[in-house]
């Protein structure tokens, strides 16, 4: 039977109902309207606009705050941050298993985790399709590198990526905007990673540097994080959500916490219940579609609370494996001292929120004790100062501390 209840309900029926605004939330929310679908977007978080000063900590020194740019409880990498979130936040608690630890980071805005990442942007090679095949280990996918370059492409071109063309076997060309020059330490990592035979080639960044749709080049003033008033960076707010709402098909409804995906007596989806969180009503929104775009450990939530008598155990879970071998990207870094930048006349260090150049994987993975390998991102430079400045210098080799001594 299909389930009844006391909650609001919209009195409009909608061809789609997407969960989540951030990466696949937006794009999904980009491609439907310009389709000509009606849209509903629900996003846990609020609203945000890079654009508008209201939003964007753009430009903004560590001294204009009395905290030098501290965090605070919703903005844990600091107050110009332009993620709204953490790992605990108020209301959402989650558990974990005994003796074991896992920080799940979480975005509550407009554009969701778009708004806090190194942007990024490598595609994944033809190898990468069929690793069964060559190590053993998982599965092979059923499409390959061929079928899916089309839609890498069209991304390219909507979002704007800046890169160079290498004709690197695993690390297929984009469509790419013109890649910024190396910084000056930049140079030494390219020199010397070249002198070692490692492959050192330019990034890779949902970043244009040159006019797109209505957005401006990046002007390098590496504040990528606060916030791009410029829209010059790749966030799903808007580069996509925004965008969409100026169609008239979507809908846009913010601090709207989904619970459940609604289904009918066949089984199929007829929309989501969610929580207002700023009445604390319960409502619903039909709809002939429902696209759970909200992450991996939150589209999973929302299908194990999904239960009825079809779906017993969660929609989508008759395997029993919903919500299991969850993995995410994990990474490490190492910071080191470099004599050759001592001294060094001042220079412009400027650039994009993110590295010039990056490394990727250039070994043979059969010579190796563990599969598939890495890539290695660099960073360094002159940075403005704020709160945590040289913090741990009791851990910095000696030479050290204060005075004449430093």
């Given amino acids: 039977m299909p389930k009844t209840s006391s909650r609001a309900q919209s009195p409009t029926v909608y061809d789609v109902a997407i969960v989540g605004s951030g990466a696949g939330g937006g794009?999904?929310?980009?491609?439907?309207?310009?389709?000509?679908?009606?849209?509903?977007?629900?996003?846990?978080?609020?609203?945000?606009?890079?654009?508008?000063?209201?939003?964007s900590a753009m430009l903004k020194m560590p001294y204009d705050s009395p905290r030098r740019g501290n965090s605070t409880p919703d903005?844990?990498?600091?107050?110009?941050?332009?993620?709204?979130?953490?790992?605990?936040?108020?209301?959402?608690?989650?558990?974990?298993?005994?003796?074991?630890?896992?920080?799940?980071?979480?975005?509550?805005?407009?554009?969701?985790?778009?708004?806090?990442?190194?942007?990024i942007s490598l595609r994944f090679g033809p190898d990468?399709?069929?690793?069964?095949?060559?190590?053993?280990?998982?599965?092979?996918?059923?499409?390959?590198?061929?079928?899916?370059?089309?839609?890498?492409?069209?991304?390219?071109?909507?979002?704007?990526?800046f890169g160079s063309r290498e004709n690197l076997p695993n690390d297929p060309d984009g469509i790419f905007h013109d890649a910024p020059a190396p910084r000056y330490y930049e140079?030494?990592?390219?020199?010397?990673?070249?002198?070692?035979?490692?492959?050192?080639?330019?990034a890779r960044l949902s970043i244009i540097t040159k006019p797109l749709n209505g957005r401006s080049p990046c002007h390098y003033c590496g504040q990528c994080n606060r916030g791009c008033m410029t829209n010059s960076n790749f966030s799903s707010g808007n580069v996509l959500v925004l965008p969409a709402l100026r169609t008239g098909r979507l809908t846009l409804l913010t601090d709207a916490m989904v619970r459940e995906v609604m289904t009918g007596p066949d089984g199929r989806a007829t929309g989501v219940a969610y929580i207002d969180k700023k009445t604390g009503e319960d409502r619903e929104v039909r709809a002939?579609?429902?696209?759970?775009?909200?992450?991996?450990?939150?589209?999973?939530?929302?299908?194990?609370?999904?239960?009825?008598?079809?779906?017993?155990?969660?929609?989508?879970?008759?395997?029993?494996v919903l919500g299991r071998y969850i993995t995410d990207t994990t990474g490490t870094d190492v910071a080191g001292f470099i004599p050759s930048l001592v001294d060094v006349p001042r220079h412009n260090a400027d650039g994009v929120g993110g590295g010039h150049i990056f490394m990727p994987w250039w070994l043979d993975n059969k010579k190796l004790?563990?599969?598939?390998?890495?890539?290695?991102?660099?960073?360094?430079?002159l940075g403005m100062p704020s709160y945590g400045f040289m913090g741990g210098i009791q851990s910095y080799p000696e030479g050290g501390g204060y005075g004449a001594g430093l």
């Fill in 369 to 381: 004790d563990f599969p598939r390998g890495y890539h290695i991102e660099v960073w360094g430079g």
């Fill in 187 to 202: 140079h030494l990592v390219k020199r010397t990673a070249d002198r070692m035979k490692i492959t050192c080639i330019p």
């Fill in 75 to 119: 903005r844990p990498f600091g107050e110009w941050d332009a993620c709204i979130g953490g790992w605990q936040i108020p209301g959402e608690p989650y558990t974990k298993a005994e003796g074991t630890k896992f920080d799940w980071w979480r975005g509550r805005m407009l554009g969701g985790r778009t708004n806090h990442w190194g942007r």
């Fill in 128 to 161: 990468d399709f069929r690793r069964k095949t060559l190590d053993g280990l998982g599965d092979d996918w059923p499409i390959t590198y061929d079928d899916i370059k089309p839609y890498y492409d069209e991304v390219d071109r909507l979002i704007g990526i």
């Fill in 288 to 320: 002939r579609i429902v696209v759970l775009a909200a992450s991996a450990l939150e589209s999973s939530r929302i299908m194990l609370n999904s239960k009825s008598s079809r779906h017993p155990n969660g929609l989508a879970n008759s395997s029993g």
């Fill in 27 to 55: 794009m999904a929310a980009h491609q439907l309207t310009k389709a000509g679908a009606k849209v509903v977007l629900l996003e846990a978080g609020g609203y945000w606009d890079n654009s508008s000063a209201q939003y």
